[in-house]
C-alpha cells in the first residue's frame, strides 16, 4: 500500500510503487482533473503541485512523493487570485490544459511573483496548450500576482 | 391544426425537417444523462429550450463546444429573443437527435464554423417563439391584447405596471400553440447577443469540474489501450500476449481489426499490458515510405495531367503577354492535429440497447457507426458528446468509436478506450501536405493579369465522401486558391492528387490554412516585382468595398500600415476570406541572423464574420487561430519513415511555446454582411503575414512550412 497525502487529505492506495502518480490520481482517487497528454514529461497538462513546487505527474511514481504534499486543482481555493484571474479574463477556451497551467502559474508567482512579462513567459513555456489560450495566461498572471501580493503582503 | 402540427410546421419554418415530434418520449433523448428519465418540465416549446417553473431556462444545444464557445454563444441568441434572464440560463448537451441535425447538411457534426453560421435564424426563431408563447400566456391571464405586453430579463410586463415571472407563466404557455413564425428582435434591441458574457462553461474548467471524454466513468468498466499498425497498411501476422495477460490488472487481450486491444481494470495497467505484447507485423502497403519519397511523390506531380478547378480567361496567352512573370515554387509539410486530450471513446452495448459517450465532432456519423456494429436502430443508438480538450477536425473521425464498440460487444460490459500521445501521431488524419508552383502575370502597368496555379494535395473527400470528388477534383483541396479575394482575369488553376497512402483530414480551416500561406505569399511577391505597397496592391484588386476590402482597410487603419516601424522590424500582411467571415491579420517580426529566429512581436487582426454574437468569443478565435498558425509556421512538421510515421511525441512535434506567443489585437468589424464562421478563419493568414514579414526586414522569401532557421541565418548573416 502506498500513502498518498493529497489536498490535505492521506489516502492508502493499492498500487505499484512505480506507477505514474498521474494514473493514480486519475484511476484510484477519482481526480480527474488532473489530465494526462503524453506520459512524457512533455505537454505539461497533468501538471500537480508537490510540496509547493510544479511537477508532472505522468512521469513522477507514486513512491517517490510519499509523505509529500500533493496539490491538485481541486484542493486550490475556489477563489485562489489564479483561478479568480482566469475566470476574469476567460483564459480556457477548451481548458484541457488549463489545470496544469494554472497549477504551473502558482508555482511560478509564488516563487518569482515579480518576474518581468518575458521571463514569466518562459516559466510557463513547458506546458502545452493547443487552443492557443497564450495571449491571456500573462496578463492574468500578472492579475493574479497583484491580488496574491495584496492578500500577503 | 394540432398541436403537434403546428410545432412540426413552427420546426420546418425554421429550416428544420423535423422527423422526430417533440414529444415527452423524445425528450427523454434529450436528456444529458441517458440513463436517468428526463425531470418533468413545464414548459418545452421545442428541441432547444427547456423553462422551469422556478424560471430557470435550459438551452439544449447539439453542436460540439471545442473550446470555441459555441454553446454560450447559441444560448446567447436564444436567451435574447426569449428575453430570458441571463443569470438563469444554463447550456445542456443533448443526445444526438433529429432536431440538432445540421440545418443545411442534413447530419448532426460540428466543423467548417458552423455551428452558428448554418442557426442564426432557427436559433433566434426557436427563442422568439418561447417569448411569444410566455407574452401570449400573460395577456391571456391578465385579459390584455398580447401586443401591449413587453419583456425583459425573465418577465412580461404590461404598461399598468403588472408582471409576471417566465417562471410563473410556464405552464399556461405548455398549454399553448407553438408559434410558426414569431417576430424577430430589431438587432439594435439585443440585449445578450453582442456583449460581454461570462462563458457558460468557465467556472467548471476553472475549478477542475469539467469531465472530459478522456475523465468518462461509468460503473463496471473497463480501460483498453490499443496496439495499432506501426506501419500504413501492416497487419499482426502473430501476437503473443501471454506477457501482456500476466501484467496486474489485465482482464482480456482482443483484436480489434488490425489493431489488438488490451483491456484492463485501470488506464496504467492497459498501457503496461500492451508495452508487454510481442506482435509481429507485415511489412505494410508501402514499407519504403518516407520524406523524400513522399516530397518525390508530390514534386512528380507538379507536372503531368491535373483536374482543373477553375479556367477563366486565357492564363496561359495572358502570362506569355505579360511584361513580368514571377515563378514560384511552395511547399508544406503534413500537420498533426496535437489536440491534448487524447481520442477516446466509452461504449456499452447491451441487448437492445448502445451507448456511445465520446467527445466527438461526428454524432450522426458516430450513431450511424452504433447501427452499424450492433444491428440496432438508430433510436437504440444513444450518443452523448463529453466536452473536448481539443479538436480542429480530429474528432469528425469514428475509428474510435468502432473500437469501443466492438470491444463493448465483445465483452458485455462497457469500455473505455483511449489513445495514447503516440498513438495520435502515428494514426492521426494529417493536414495534407501540399506542393505548388504558381505563376502570375504582370502587365506593364504592374497590373496583375494572369495567375497560373498548380497544387499538389492529398484528398480529404476522397477517404470520407468519394462521390464528392468529381473529374478528380476536391473542391476542399483548393479552396483558398479558389475563391481568393482577388480578381484576376485569366486563372487556371489546376490540382493533382499524389499517391501517397497517408491518411488525410479536416484541420482548421482545411483547404484555406496552407493555400492562403502560398496565395498570400505569392501575392507580396507580386507586389514586390509590381513596386506597389503589398496593402495598396491587394486592395486594388479586390472589389471596392467589399467584405475583404473592407477588413483590410480596417486592419490598414488600426495597425497604421505605412506609419513608422520599429528599427530592425519588418511588416507583413494577409486576407483570408473563408466560413462566410474575412479575416486581415499584420505580423510584426524581427529576426536573428546568428540564430535564424524570428520573433514575432505583434499581430493586429481585422475580422468580418457578420453580426458579432459573442464578442469575446471573436476574439479568443482569433488568437487561438493565430497561436495555431504561428505553431504550424514556425515548427510542424510530421516526418515519415520505414512505411509509418516517424514523429512519435512531443519531444519531435513541438508546439508553440508561451514565451513565442505575440500579443493579438483584434478588431471586430462593424459589419453589413450575414453572420460567419469564427473558429476557422483566424489561423490561415498569420503564416503568410509573418512570412511577408521576414521578407520586408531581411529580403528573404520562405515559401515553405516549417519556416527554415537556416536560410535566414545565411541571408542575413
Redesign the interface.
Known amino acids: 500500500m502506498i500513502s498518498l497525502k493529497v489536498n490535505g487529505t492521506v489516502h492508502e492506495v493499492d498500487?505499484?510503487p512505480g506507477?505514474?502518480l498521474l494514473?493514480v490520481l486519475?484511476?484510484?482517487l477519482?481526480l480527474?482533473?488532473v489530465?494526462?497528454?503524453?506520459?512524457?514529461g512533455?505537454?505539461g497538462?497533468c501538471t500537480v503541485l508537490v510540496d509547493g513546487r510544479a511537477e508532472r505527474s505522468c512521469v513522477t511514481t507514486v513512491e517517490s512523493v510519499q509523505g509529500s504534499e500533493i496539490l491538485?486543482?481541486?484542493g486550490l481555493p475556489?477563489d485562489h487570485p489564479v483561478?479568480a484571474a482566469?475566470?476574469e479574463l476567460?483564459v480556457?477556451?477548451?481548458?484541457?490544459?488549463?489545470?496544469g497551467m494554472?497549477l504551473q502559474a502558482v508555482d511560478v508567482l509564488t516563487a518569482r511573483p515579480d518576474l518581468p512579462d518575458?521571463e514569466m513567459?518562459?516559466a510557463?513555456?513547458?506546458?502545452?496548450?493547443?487552443?492557443?489560450?497564450?495571449?491571456?495566461?500573462?496578463p492574468a498572471m500578472r492579475q493574479a500576482a497583484g491580488k496574491m501580493k495584496e492578500e500577503k503582503p | 391544426m394540432s398541436e403537434d402540427m403546428s410545432r412540426r410546421c413552427f420546426l420546418k419554418s425554421g429550416l428544420l425537417v423535423l422527423a422526430v415530434a417533440i414529444t415527452p418520449g423524445a425528450l427523454v433523448l434529450m436528456n444529458v444523462s441517458p440513463g436517468a428519465a428526463a425531470p418533468a418540465t413545464p414548459f418545452r416549446p421545442h428541441a432547444f429550450v427547456e423553462l422551469d417553473a422556478d424560471g430557470s431556462v435550459t438551452v439544449w444545444v447539439g453542436q460540439t463546444d471545442l473550446g470555441q464557445g459555441t454553446h454560450t454563444g447559441m444560448a446567447m441568441i436564444i436567451a435574447d429573443e426569449m428575453d430570458a434572464d441571463w443569470n438563469r440560463v444554463r447550456v445542456r448537451t443533448a443526445l444526438a437527435a433529429e432536431p440538432f441535425k445540421d440545418p443545411e447538411w442534413g447530419m448532426q457534426a460540428t466543423g467548417g464554423s458552423t455551428s452558428i453560421r448554418h442557426r442564426w435564424d432557427m436559433l433566434r426563431k426557436a427563442g422568439a417563439a418561447a417569448r411569444l408563447m410566455l407574452v401570449q400566456a400573460a395577456a391571456r391571464q391578465w385579459g390584455v391584447d398580447p401586443a401591449a405586453c413587453t419583456t425583459a430579463a425573465g418577465q412580461v410586463r404590461h404598461p399598468d405596471g403588472r408582471s409576471l415571472g417566465y417562471g410563473e407563466l410556464a405552464a399556461r404557455a405548455a398549454a399553448l400553440r407553438v408559434p410558426a413564425d414569431p417576430l424577430l428582435k430589431n438587432p439594435a434591441d439585443y440585449a445578450v447577443i453582442g456583449t460581454l458574457r461570462r462563458r457558460l462553461d468557465m467556472e467548471d474548467k476553472v475549478q477542475g469540474r469539467t469531465a472530459f471524454g478522456f475523465d468518462f466513468r461509468v460503473p463496471g468498466m473497463c480501460t483498453a489501450v490499443l496496439a495499432h499498425p506501426p506501419r500504413f497498411g501492416a497487419r499482426p501476422l502473430s501476437v503473443d500476449a501471454d506477457a501482456a495477460r500476466q501484467v496486474r490488472g489485465v482482464l482480456d487481450v482482443i483484436p480489434v481489426g488490425d489493431a489488438v486491444a488490451v483491456c484492463a481494470e485501470s488506464t496504467w495497467s492497459a498501457l503496461q499490458g500492451r508495452d508487454a505484447l510481442k506482435i509481429n507485423w507485415s511489412e505494410g502497403s508501402h514499407p519504403n515510405l518516407n520524406d523524400e519519397a513522399v516530397n518525390a511523390e508530390l514534386l512528380a506531380k507538379l507536372d503531368g495531367p491535373a483536374a482543373v478547378a477553375e479556367d477563366a480567361g486565357n492564363a496561359a496567352e495572358a502570362l506569355f503577354a505579360a511584361a513580368t512573370v514571377v515563378e514560384s515554387v511552395y511547399a508544406v509539410p503534413y500537420v498533426a492535429h496535437a489536440q491534448l486530450e487524447p481520442t477516446n471513446c466509452t461504449a456499452h452495448v447491451e441487448k437492445d440497447r448502445c451507448r456511445i459517450w465520446a467527445p466527438t465532432q461526428g454524432q450522426t456519423a458516430a450513431q450511424d457507426e452504433g447501427v452499424r456494429l450492433c444491428g440496432l436502430p438508430p433510436e437504440k443508438v444513444e450518443v452523448m458528446t463529453t466536452p473536448c480538450g481539443g479538436g480542429f477536425g480530429r474528432r469528425g473521425e469514428i475509428e474510435v468509436v468502432t473500437e469501443a464498440v466492438t470491444l463493448s460487444k465483445a465483452l458485455r460490459r462497457p469500455v473505455k478506450v483511449v489513445w495514447t500521445r503516440g498513438d495520435e501521431f502515428a494514426h492521426d488524419v494529417f493536414r495534407p501536405a501540399s506542393i505548388c508552383r504558381i505563376r502570375g502575370g504582370l502587365d506593364g502597368d504592374g497590373s496583375l493579369v494572369a495567375w497560373s496555379h498548380r497544387l499538389v494535395a492529398s484528398s480529404i473527400m476522397s477517404r470520407l465522401w468519394p462521390s464528392a470528388v468529381q473529374n478528380g477534383l476536391d473542391p476542399t483541396s483548393v479552396e483558398g486558391v479558389e475563391g481568393m479575394p482577388y480578381s484576376v482575369p485569366n486563372r487556371r488553376i489546376e490540382y493533382a492528387i499524389p499517391d501517397l497512402p497517408i491518411p488525410v483530414g479536416w484541420l482548421r480551416s482545411v483547404g484555406n490554412s496552407y493555400n492562403c500561406f502560398t496565395v498570400e505569399s505569392f501575392v507580396d511577391e507580386l507586389a514586390h516585382a509590381a513596386g506597389k505597397d503589398p496593402v495598396e496592391f491587394r486592395l486594388g484588386l479586390m472589389e471596392k468595398d467589399s467584405r475583404s476590402h473592407r477588413t483590410l482597410s480596417l486592419l490598414a487603419e488600426k495597425a497604421g500600415w505605412g506609419g513608422p516601424v520599429p528599427a530592425g522590424r519588418g511588416r507583413g500582411v494577409a486576407v483570408t476570406q473563408c466560413f462566410g467571415s474575412s479575416v486581415a491579420q499584420m505580423a510584426e517580426v524581427s529576426v536573428d541572423g546568428r540564430t535564424g529566429v524570428i520573433t514575432v512581436h505583434r499581430v493586429v487582426c481585422a475580422v468580418d464574420c457578420g453580426p458579432a454574437v459573442y464578442p469575446d468569443a471573436i476574439v479568443a478565435q482569433m488568437e487561438g487561430g493565430v497561436v495555431m498558425g504561428l505553431s504550424i509556421a514556425l515548427h510542424e512538421r510530421v516526418k515519415f519513415a520505414k512505411g509509418g510515421v516517424a514523429t512519435s511525441g512531443f519531444s519531435q512535434y513541438r508546439l508553440l511555446g508561451m514565451k513565442e506567443a505575440p500579443a493579438v489585437e483584434v478588431f471586430i468589424a462593424e459589419s453589413r454582411h450575414p453572420v460567419g464562421g469564427i473558429g476557422e478563419p483566424g489561423l490561415p493568414p498569420i503564416a503568410p503575414a509573418v512570412a511577408n514579414a521576414v521578407f520586408a526586414v531581411t529580403g528573404v522569401r520562405l515559401r515553405e512550412l516549417p519556416f527554415s532557421r537556416d536560410a535566414l541565418k545565411t541571408a542575413v548573416a
Open positions: 498500487a505499484d506507477t505514474p494514473w486519475r484511476d484510484n477519482g480527474t482533473s489530465k494526462y497528454g503524453c506520459g512524457e512533455m505537454c497538462v491538485t486543482i481541486e475556489a483561478k482566469w475566470t476567460q480556457p477556451q477548451c481548458g484541457y490544459c488549463q489545470t494554472m518575458g513567459a518562459a510557463m513555456d513547458s506546458v502545452a496548450c493547443r487552443c492557443g489560450s497564450h495571449p491571456r495566461v500573462i
